[in-house]
């Protein structure tokens, strides 16, 4: 076992020292729920009535106040493949509180909308501030002081950054992560891209494109590709959150049914009257978020966490930055190769080792922190053993072995790259981030003339009319937070490809965001300040030769300083009508720089 890397301790001593005042303020927050929780035995009669009134079998046990009560927050839908597995759960649940000597209940849902699904349409400028919606609907859902620990159910994009937000409120609470798991491999990934790029060039039309997706996307669970949704899995794992290796079971097996059951079961041991306390907000402290951001960089993760986790520690009084990020990726290798990083699916993943492999190989080899409160076992050496049952469906755990695929999974001393995929870039069009593990060596740095738009509909369009055939840095501006609620920008992805494919060297730069599924094409991405308010990139101008340089960091226009201040910044499109968007108003006005997460939630907690 090798000793703590010096530059991680140094980034996690940085966080500490940097998040000291603000830490310090959410333990006592936490430190006086505690203290002052609402005690069910003393809740008032008509409080209590109100609360019990919906229950049958569980009623005399809830009366008597002497087990603990598991707050069930859901995030199930059956319109999306990810949310739809948890459709029995609540009641699976319930059972299995019994057997643990606990009552459980149904606390609230959650709203779970897909981004694969709104891609490129109105609705898309809600996703991102869904994420602090089911932030506060976690929140409401536990107001009730009902409740002595809380089951967590949820998979995708902003699900479980919202859950975590909003149960990091209740931190004096002890609370698990439950996921659902990865459907089994359908079409394979790249197929899937090729179909993609052929319709976007026109060469195969509507129904082939459709088979194509309804072949990738074809049961219950998670999308298998390594996007935002898996990489939440990913970072649930690292944090300890799960039960050890939960992540990528596929739903509808036993093995899932009883890593869940395990997971229920687990929480009265670690609530106020059981062995061992283990409050989520003592979980979550800055060595567990640093474990999270490790997990990205090895794994090649989701870039919509560079949003995602400071928002997340935030919640935890715990700052963190992209420099952060950049300082642990010159010191973690990538050691997975994951789709869009490569050609294996997460079932494929799983299969090779999955998360109890890059666990234990990180974990001796002084890459993550070992010594986390977790909510399974003594430490974090408990989640580099894998999950499986016995002869008799007996759950256990053990060393996961070698890798089973070198191909997708191997050890820090024999890394696909020797860093991991993530830099800053800086200049005079502000700071932004890019994801490079995907992205060819030889186009890390791109210089081109700019091609300005405000809308990712008018890039399609100048796509299909070959404006866009020669070398060219696409700028999308007005996509931030305050702007339009920041959308993903993924369907451009296809159309950037396919220049690429032509043998131009292209480049996108924007205020938005690129999907957790973004790959070959570099893109600089969540510039900040963004546009709106007069940032950076509303004084580009269509041919302003833009320099993309992920290798020494830099992402500038080379325009004269002089000519650069005199410009007038570009005035921002009216706000869009329609799909609610005007309800989430106040969120855009509120919303923080998207380094610091964002959100608009985080500018009313005091810190």
């Not at 931030?480 to 959308?487: E, K, L, S």
């Not at 993903?488 to 730069?509: D, I």
């Amino acid at each position: 076992m090798s000793t703590l890397h010096p530059e991680i301790a140094a980034v996690t001593d940085r966080i500490i020292t940097r998040s000291k005042p603000t830490r310090d303020a959410y333990l006592a927050l936490i430190g006086r729920a505690r203290d002052t929780h609402i005690a069910r035995p003393a809740m008032g009669c008509a409080n209590a009535a109100h609360a019990y009134a919906g229950t049958e079998e569980d009623r005399a046990t809830l009366v008597s106040g002497k087990a603990m009560n598991i707050g069930i927050v859901t995030s199930y839908n059956d319109m999306l493949s990810a949310h739809a597995p948890y459709y029995r759960y609540p009641e699976q649940m319930k059972v299995w509180a019994r057997e643990a000597g606990a009552t459980a209940q149904v606390a609230g849902g959650v709203p779970a909308m897909c981004d694969g699904v709104t891609q490129g349409y109105a609705g898309m400028e809600l996703s991102l501030f869904s994420r602090d919606t089911i932030a506060l609907s976690t929140a409401i859902a536990l107001s009730h002081g009902t409740f002595e620990g809380a089951a967590l159910l949820g998979i995708c994009d902003k699900i479980v950054p919202g859950l975590l937000m909003g149960a990091l409120r209740f931190g004096h609470l002890p609370m698990v992560f439950i996921p659902a798991g990865p459907m089994p491999s359908g079409l394979a990934n790249k197929a899937k891209v090729a179909v993609r790029e052929a319709f976007a060039e026109g060469k195969v039309g509507r129904d082939a494109l459709l088979e194509a997706e309804i072949g990738a996307y074809h049961s219950k669970g998670t999308c298998t590709f390594y996007g935002t949704a898996n990489s939440n899995q990913m970072m649930m794992e690292m944090m300890g959150l799960h039960m050890p290796g939960a992540a990528f079971v596929n739903p509808g097996t036993k093995l899932r049914q009883e890593l869940t059951r395990a997971a229920v079961h687990r929480l009265p041991q670690i609530g106020w009257s059981g062995d061992s306390y283990r409050p989520l907000g003592l979980c979550v402290d800055e060595k567990a978020i640093v474990n999270a951001a490790i997990g990205l960089l090895a794994t090649g993760g989701s870039t919509n966490h560079l949003l995602h986790l400071p928002a997340i520690a935030a919640c935890a009084g715990i700052v963190i930055d992209w420099e952060d990020f950049d300082r642990l990726s010159k010191a973690i290798p990538l050691i997975a190769r994951v789709y869009p990083n490569g050609s294996a699916d997460v079932n494929g993943f799983e299969d090779a080792g999955g998360m109890a492999f890059v666990i234990r190989e990180l974990a001796d080899a002084g890459l993550m922190h070992r010594d986390l409160l977790t909510v399974a076992g003594a430490d974090m050496t408990d989640y580099g053993r894998k999950p499986a049952l016995d002869p008799t469906d007996t759950l256990g755990w053990s060393d996961p072995g070698a890798s089973g695929d070198d191909t997708i999974l191997r050890t820090p001393a024999t890394p696909f790259a020797a860093e991991g995929g993530f830099r800053i870039l800086t200049g005079n069009l502000g700071r932004a981030c890019i994801k490079v593990s995907a992205v060819e060596r030889e186009r890390w740095v791109i210089e081109a003339p700019a091609r300005v738009f405000e809308d990712q509909a008018a890039v399609l369009a100048a796509f299909q009319a070959g404006e866009l055939d020669r070398d060219v840095v696409v700028v999308v501006r007005f996509q931030g937070p305050r702007a339009n609620g920041m959308p993903e920008l993924h369907k451009l992805t296809p159309a950037l490809g396919v220049l690429q494919n032509r043998g131009f060297r292209a480049a996108l730069v924007t205020d938005g965001r690129m999907s957790g599924a973004s790959g070959k094409v570099p893109a600089a991405i969540h510039c900040s300040p963004e546009a709106l308010g007069d940032g950076p990139l509303s004084r580009v101008r269509d041919g302003d030769v833009i320099r993309l340089d992920a290798e020494a960091g830099d992402l500038f226009a080379r325009v004269d300083p002089a000519e650069w201040a005199a410009r007038t910044p570009a005035i921002a499109p009216a706000e869009a009508e329609g799909m609610g968007r005007e309800l989430f108003g106040l969120f855009r006005a509120n919303a923080n720089e998207a380094e610091r997460g964002a959100s608009p939630l985080l500018t009313g907690m005091g810190w």
